[in-house]
């Protein structure tokens, strides 16, 4: 089975569809939540999610807090204007959809399992070592997928925990070893943090054991058009042209 991994659309249609077009030769996408919140395009974005053929999905924050689950308490001030923005532009339907999302984590096959958080608390982001050995423990499958950092990242345990470093350029290749257990995040498609502005997804080959992580350009003039057209804070759009 070959995944595509994708997570923290946010809205970001430009960003979507240059990773939709360029993926190729996958059976299944995985995608691991925060649909809207922060870009202009909530709807649009999901009724592409909606188009793609095989998909699994959950939800993360942003789609819980935007579909009126959750208040916006945990939102700083950026977060909390842009979700307001997207609660009231959201189609009853999506917002019907977004409400009705599967909560992580979830187990997808016998190698596999996605969270958007942590798989032991959907909200809990991990960046360091004992959030990532706190994750570990708690996944139940070889490979934990996870996003809500947008920030890629490998964490490897065999006999210790390990770190892949140099998670940068167009592609960089992890082969999964059946004897450690891993905890990946392919990145955020619509608002990479990592200080690269090209947006990131995954590609996983279950039998061949290989996960690429990718990064991919697209038209982030666009999406800044329009998210200022759209009144939302200008720093949105601008975070986008550096990766931040
Ligand atoms: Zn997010």
Redesign the pocket.
């Known amino acids: 089975m070959r995944y595509l991994i994708i997570?923290?659309i946010?809205a970001n249609l430009e960003a979507l569809d240059a990773v939709l077009a360029a993926a190729s030769g996958y059976d299944h996408t995985l995608v691991l939540?925060?649909f809207v919140?922060?870009g202009a395009d909530p709807n649009a974005v999901i009724d592409r999610v909606l188009a793609i053929p095989s998909a699994t999905f959950i939800r993360?924050?942003?789609d819980k807090v935007g579909a009126g689950l959750e208040d916006t308490d945990g939102f700083n001030y950026l977060a909390r204007h842009a979700i307001s923005w997207t609660a009231h532009e959201l189609t009853q339907e999506h917002r019907t959809w977004l409400a009705e999302l599967a909560q992580g984590p979830m187990i997808v096959d016998p190698m596999v399992e996605i969270c958007?958080g942590a798989p032991f608390d959907e909200d809990v982001y991990i960046f360091d070592d004992l959030d990532a050995m706190r994750a570990l423990r708690a996944s139940e499958r070889p490979l934990c997928l996870f996003?809500?950092?947008?920030v890629p990242a490998a964490f490897i345990f065999d006999s210790q925990l390990r770190t892949v470093d140099a998670l940068r350029g167009a592609r960089v290749d992890i082969s999964v070893n059946d004897q450690a257990r891993y905890l990946v995040n392919c990145g955020?498609v619509?608002?990479p943090r990592d200080g690269d502005p090209r947006a990131a997804f995954g590609i996983l080959d279950t039998e061949t054991r290989s996960l690429a992580l990718m990064r991919v350009e697209y038209d982030v003039a666009a999406a800044q058009a329009k998210i200022i057209a759209a009144g939302l804070p200008d720093v949105l759009a601008q975070r986008l042209a550096v990766g931040r």
Request: aromatic share 6%; net charge negative; charged share 10%.
């Open positions: 997570s923290d946010h939540g925060d919140g922060y993360g924050n942003h958007h996003g809500h950092t947008h955020a619509g608002q």
